[in-house]
Structure formats: C-alpha cells, structure tokens
C-alpha cells in the first residue's frame, strides 16, 4: 500500500511537493523536519490531499501522472488544463 501526497508550503504558499511514500506521517514528518533537500528551503508543509493506492504502481503511475501534467503547464495557468507543447 502507498500514498501519493500534494504539500503546499506554510511558509511560501505558491510552493507545492508531489510525492508517494509508504508511510505518509512519517514521510510528512520529515519533511518538516528539513529531510528532504526538494523541500527543506520551504518549511513546514500541510498536505492539502492525500490519496491511499493498495496497488503499488498505481500509485508510483498516479504520481508520475501528476509530476508530468504540472511540468506541462504554463507557470501562470491555474486552470489545470495541460498548455499546448511547443514544437
């Protein structure tokens, strides 16, 4: 069983972290704790939604699904539609 997690930074609320983990208060926990070189500069982190997979890679697909739509849009596209790639 695995979690995927969206974090949304206290501290620089535009910052967010996509992750999946095995144990989400653990991993949560070390994060805040400054653990995690992608998320140390932005200290501490809320989860804004956790999800549970029972299947391992579901979850590892989901959240490369994830990672990969937000490199796809435009740093001012808030409307979580995927922007045109650029050939």
């Known amino acids: 069983m695995k979690y995927v997690y969206l974090l949304r930074s206290v501290s620089n609320p535009v910052k967010r972290y996509i992750g999946v983990t095995s144990d989400f208060p653990k991993r949560l926990r070390q994060h805040n704790a400054g653990q ?3 998320t140390s500069k932005h200290k501490p982190w809320n989860p804004v939604v ?3 997979f029972e299947d391992d890679a579901r979850a590892e697909g989901f ?3 994830l990672k990969g739509a937000r490199a796809t849009r435009s740093p001012k596209d808030t409307s979580g539609e995927r922007s ?3 050939t």
């Open 50 to 52: 956790v999800i549970r």
């Open 84 to 86: 045109a790639k650029k």
């Open 63 to 65: 959240e490369e699904y």
């Open 36 to 38: 995690s070189p992608h």
